[in-house]
């Protein structure tokens, strides 16, 4: 047997409620101890002994303090009119007999260890249930985690109280959700993948299989569409991969001009430029930012029938790019959705370009930032993306 598994068989509740008896019967010996060390070593006070004859007359009188003896009682030194020194003796009160109708409490050192024994039982009857309950919460917590470790990972232990122990479960429960969530993400990752992959590889298959000797130009642009368009995805899914991985390094952090980026973006994609500041600069890594912004002008104009309007504002402490479209717009029930990674509105076909990861990129990205994006429906129709990001303190 291992010494892991000897260890459990006592379990920790009784180490720790037995922990707990034994270092408060220990405290109350010690304390009982020093109680009755300093009872035998303090001085009475002195009074004043008076001794009369039996004609009442006063033969001796003093001012003196009693003497403690052991077993005998309490001893006074008197002296007397005629300068001798007598000792006058109290005895000790004599015990309870059984038949005096006295039976508690018991005096002497047996009426001692008596409460002793009273002190260590209420610990022990007191101290179980608080104990015992304590470590139930820590069962149901390893229970879990070795449900969770067997590969369970839907396992998720009770939050109880709002202890140390009740703080655990919680941020266990967050822990597992969060390996489950990536889980997912990474199987429907690969799912979506080879299943993307697929297309462009069966086109560019089928076209080399019916090309001429003397390969006509429309043959030649499809083939170099369908290879542009896995190199797309390809590369979308190596950064959005990098993204998921919170200790990957994503590029330096600067201070990045979002109006001039936008511009630039706007520019290239063929969109108006709307901007109520002239420079609005936040912290973040500039190729991710301008990934992002272009990722949302490229489906803006994939489907939008009009123009592609372009705001950079800031509102409060955020900078906000706002890149609305005049498209069909985006359904309020798919408006979460669309940010998922391979997730096409219906009716959206392949031809139109994109592979389902852009959206996921800059929502990615946003949180990266410490920002958010969402999607919210453009007056007079069409669908409006927004990118929210921080913006420092001392700007104004």
């Known amino acids: 047997m291992t010494a892991w598994n000897a260890r459990w068989r006592f379990p920790l509740y009784l180490r720790i409620w037995l922990a707990v008896v034994v ?6 010996v010690a304390f009982g101890w020093l109680m009755r060390q300093s009872w035998e070593q303090q001085q009475p006070p002195a009074r004043e002994v008076v001794i009369r004859n039996e004609r009442d007359e006063v033969i001796g009188q003093s001012m003196v303090r009693p003497n403690r003896v052991p077993g005998q009682g309490v001893e006074f030194d008197v002296t007397m009119n005629d300068g001798r020194t007598i000792t006058v003796q109290l005895p000790p009160r004599p015990r309870p007999s059984a038949g005096d109708g006295r039976i508690w409490p018991p005096r002497g050192p047996t009426g001692f260890f008596w409460m002793l024994g009273i002190v260590a039982i209420a610990v022990a009857l007191g101290s179980y249930p608080v104990v015992r309950r304590l470590t139930l919460r820590l069962e149901d917590l390893r229970r879990g985690v070795e449900r969770w470790g067997e590969g369970d990972l839907s396992t998720r232990v009770p939050v109880q109280g709002h202890d140390e122990v009740a703080f655990l479960a919680l941020r266990f429960n967050h822990a597992a959700e969060r390996v489950e969530n990536l889980l997912k993400a990474n199987k429907s990752l690969l799912a979506n993948a080879s299943h993307e992959l697929r ?14 000797p003397e ?17 797309q995805l390809i590369d979308e899914i190596l950064l959005a991969s990098r993204l998921d991985t919170r200790e990957t390094d994503i590029g330096e ?3 990045v001009d979002l109006t001039g980026l936008a511009a630039e973006e ?12 002239s ?3 936040v912290e973040g890594v500039a190729r991710l930012l301008r990934r992002a912004i272009r990722n949302l002008l490229e489906n803006a104009r994939r489907y939008s029938s009009g123009p592609v309007i372009v705001s950079v504002e800031r509102s409060g402490a955020r900078a906000v790019v706002r890149v609305c479209d005049r498209g069909p717009g985006v359904p309020p029930a798919e408006r979460e959705r669309i940010f998922e990674p391979f997730y096409r509105l219906r009716g959206a076909s392949e031809r139109e370009g994109g592979v389902g990861l852009g959206l996921a990129l800059v929502r990615s990205i946003a949180q990266r930032h410490h920002g958010a994006a969402h999607c919210e429906e453009n007056p007079g129709g069409g669908a409006c993306f927004i990118l929210s990001l ?3 303190a001392s700007q104004k």
């Open 390 to 392: 921080p913006c420092p």
């Open 23 to 28: 270092t408060v019967g220990l405290l109350t």
């Open 266 to 277: 706007s520019a290239r994609a063929g969109a108006e430029l709307e901007a109520t500041q």
């Open 279 to 281: 420079q609005l600069v």
């Open 253 to 255: 952090v600067e201070s």
């Open 199 to 212: 297309s462009p590889l069966a086109r560019i298959r089928m076209g080399l299989e019916l090309m001429d």
């Open 215 to 231: 390969p006509s130009q429309r043959s030649r642009d499809e083939i170099t569409r369908n290879i542009a368009e896995l190199d």
